[in-house]
């Protein structure tokens, strides 16, 4: 974080010249800003995107590239799964909440296909097969996959289980995996045709400036921004709006500190540009915020080294079904477990583990032992406390049965010795999901409730369908969305 | 939450009139309020207090009256209890976080002596006696408890245990408990006296003023409140300062649902004017915010039955020290177990509950059986998982231990048939704790860091001392010490 960085609103008065005049102006050249810049300058909007760093991407481009979709998708069509919107919004008001937004969720889902449809029309493609596995990513560049626990308990019992996690192909024709291309997962796959169209649309870019302040005419109607680049002031005039799309506060440590203090200096699936001060800039004119503590977490073991063994805290209690997303196991060792857990395997299941996506060797047990009265003493578990753990887990698992948490038959057999465990303990990492109040529009709202004449905001920068909550694809998923909402709302006004 | 009710800033240059004109002009009437207004009149100010209801109190006069104090108070030394402002900080970093701040945290401890003194000085009375039971009250009139969880693990490994819940006497001589003395509890006893000094020394209070609207000059100071009176605008001049003390925002729903959702609808120690107003007027004029989803949370078994049993989750396991604060038990119900929890006893340990200190019957147990098994199957826990936990906790307990949760040895015993348990399923509340970014001078500051020329904000109306934990009386606590802060730091303005 800058220190005196500046961030209140600079009068429309006191602008003495400006640099560069735009219908719409976007920070940030993430996911959110590219669908902000594609729709804008659909709508015949000139267009101009201001970018921190050297070039497009953001966080978008780095990550797997998981986009949430659903409500009966071509691709879930194609490969036989029936979904509504309906049963996603079912769904993703349980998964993403507490508190999610009811109105924003049911528009999401509605729009969905659409969604879908005008990505493939931009040149994103999704391959047309299944991933059955548990996993963070699929196993090799399958199109479709579960991603946020919808086929395990509870949310297995809330909504019809269908996957809805859509994955860009990495490249024509390859079968390689999103690692094996290094950088460039399905998130690059998404971000190029999306920057590849604003450019064809005519919409311009600059590199290498540094928003800092609204600019704001007397009827607060916002009308541009000041910042800098390569040091030297920088005024950009918005004859249309400013779209706010410039990531998440992970990066900001006196953010975190104040409104999500378990993810201080954890950031994870973010680049250091999330430093929040886009919300800031909302928030010296009176926007309002949303859900400032909620954060996407990720860590922890393999999801298919989870389900073969079981998940144990730090007295050696269950707490989560282990074939849930693996989203959901970190979330609730970072909040339920204060971020202690262990999984513990034994030797056959630890064999049934296939290859690491990564390709790389399979982690190795912290701890082994052949009795679990041995490993719990090894583990620092209080002595009966895992041993009785096991054994109820096994007396069920024997029954294909579990009444605790409900994990999937497939997966449920006695633990057998010899046994093995794994410290996941102060493993997790994430970014964060508050941010400034938008309405479906992308509208920034004022806390008075009425829309902020000239602003919009998406991606991490607003509260979007994603409030606690989460599903791997739900943030490129909504930031996409609400980005394009963003573009299209500021390229309409007048 | 009053439909249309204005919040935005409105110009001084807007103001047609003034209806009052005081130096110091201090929105509500409770501890926070009514602690400014002692100072800034203490300082020469002319104070004016505007309250919403029809007269002085708010949440404070109908509380207990805890006000969490140490350090080494008189009353702490009088009673043999050896404190310093190091061992209080050390206890309320750990209790009050995560994310405490650090910088509030330590000038809290510093102060705490002078603020008790200062308590004393105006007429509050602290009655030399410890009440050495678990208990959300003392069981008569004593003056000091344990009332965060000092002496349960892990907190008696961070901090020596002291109490340090300081409770004004109810009455000079009255041993009559708070309970019998009706609405009139500690807290009224807290109130009187600073209403009382406040009067004496000139400060004027308005009630039935519904305060909208900060007024903010051309530099950015604000010097008024708009609102109204009697259903007629009302406009009020300050010329050192406006004092923000208009309590939580438990009572409002938008508020809630946006950022502490697994509170909605749920309010608790709280009066219907925690709607949340005061933090909007802030935020209008880029205040920015701290910790908006922390939660005081009460509610669940009286603690003195706590400790006699053992609380379990939805699938029989422990989960919490039962000798821990009940605060920290309903937290933990809530925000760990989703709000669902039982305590189990035996025969023996209900029988030697004390009488209630409401004077009522012992709740009977919702459950009764001979055998665990029995017991969890009319419960609807898993078979065997009830009983798992009940044999290894009987087996430590016959020897005194409680490795898991480290109970106090005075409250292990093995449980022995008959059983009974409690339904403790969704039955917390509480107020909101977050609010407006204040500094140790309760300045309200902007999003840029700077403090808001003429603004300051106590009580829960600021982001203070407890964020995300509690102990008893933290609030009262840091609403009078801040309450203070502000008045003086208005005050003293020019």
Redesign the interface.
């Known amino acids: 974080m800058t220190v005196d960085r500046?961030?209140?609103a600079v009068p429309f008065d006191d602008v003495p010249a400006w640099d560069e005049t735009a219908d719409v102006v976007v920070v940030g050249y993430g996911v959110a800003g590219a669908s902000a810049a594609v729709e804008a300058a659909t709508l015949g909007a000139e267009v101009l995107v201001l970018e921190r760093t050297g070039g497009w991407g953001g966080a978008a481009s780095m990550s797997g590239g998981f986009i949430y979709l659903g409500g009966g998708t071509p691709l879930q069509e194609a490969l036989g799964f029936e979904d509504t919107p309906d049963e996603m919004y079912a769904f993703l008001m349980a998964a993403m909440?507490?508190?999610a937004d009811a109105v924003k969720v049911r528009d999401y889902c509605e729009g969905s296909v659409d969604h879908y449809d005008w990505l493939v029309e931009l040149g994103v493609r999704f391959k047309e097969e299944f991933c059955d596995e548990p996993g963070w990513v699929p196993s090799a560049d399958q199109g479709l996959m579960y991603s946020g626990g919808e086929n395990a308990w509870p949310l297995n019992e809330i909504a019809r289980p269908v996957p809805r996690g859509h994955l860009p192909q990495i490249a024509e024709g390859s079968a390689r995996t999103a690692h094996e291309e290094g950088e460039r997962g399905g998130g690059y796959y998404l971000m190029a045709p999306l920057v590849e169209r604003a450019e064809q649309l005519g919409a311009r870019a600059l590199y290498d400036v540094r928003t800092d302040c609204l600019v704001v005419d007397r009827a607060g109607t916002v009308c541009g921004v000041t910042g800098t680049r390569f040091g030297e002031p920088f005024r950009v005039r918005a004859r249309r709006g400013v779209v706010l799309a410039a990531g998440s506060f992970i990066y900001n440590d006196d953010m975190v500190?104040?409104?999500a203090?378990?993810a201080l200096g954890r950031p994870g699936s973010a680049t250091e540009m999330h430093d929040g001060h886009a919300i800031?800039m909302g928030?010296?004119?009176?926007a309002?915020?949303?859900?400032?503590?909620g954060c996407e977490v990720a860590g922890g073991a393999d999801p298919r080294m989870n389900v073969r063994g079981i998940l144990v805290n730090r007295?050696g209690?269950r707490f989560i079904p282990e074939d849930t997303y693996g989203g959901r196991v970190a979330q609730a060792i970072r909040?339920?477990q204060d971020d202690v857990a262990f999984l513990v395997m034994d030797d056959a299941g630890y064999e049934e583990v296939p290859d690491m996506v990564t390709g790389g060797p399979k982690p190795r047990p912290d701890w082994v032992a052949d009795t679990i009265a041995e490993l719990e003493a090894d583990m620092g578990i209080?002595?009966?406390?895992l041993d009785?753990?096991v054994?109820?887990y096994n007396?069920?698992a024997a029954r294909g049965e579990d009444?605790?948490?409900h994990k999937n038959p497939t997966w449920l057999r006695p633990l057998e010795p010899p046994y093995g465990a794994f410290d996941l303990r102060h493993r997790t990492g994430g970014f964060t999901l508050g941010g400034l109040?938008t309405n479906t529009r992308s509208e920034v709202l004022?806390?008075?409730g009425r829309p902020i004449p000239g602003l919009f905001a998406a991606g991490r920068t607003a509260?979007g369908v994603p409030v606690?909550g989460y599903a791997s694809g739900a943030s490129l998923g909504d930031g996409s969305f609400y980005g394009r909402r963003a573009g299209r709302s500021a390229g309409e006004r007048r």
Chains 1, 2 share one sequence.
Do not use: C, N
């Open positions: 500046p961030v209140e909440g507490p508190g500190a104040r409104f203090p378990e800031r928030q010296a004119i009176g309002d915020l949303g859900r400032m503590d007295v209690q909040y339920k209080p002595a009966g406390a009785a753990t054994t109820l007396r069920y009444p605790l948490f109040r004022h806390v008075s509260s606690w």
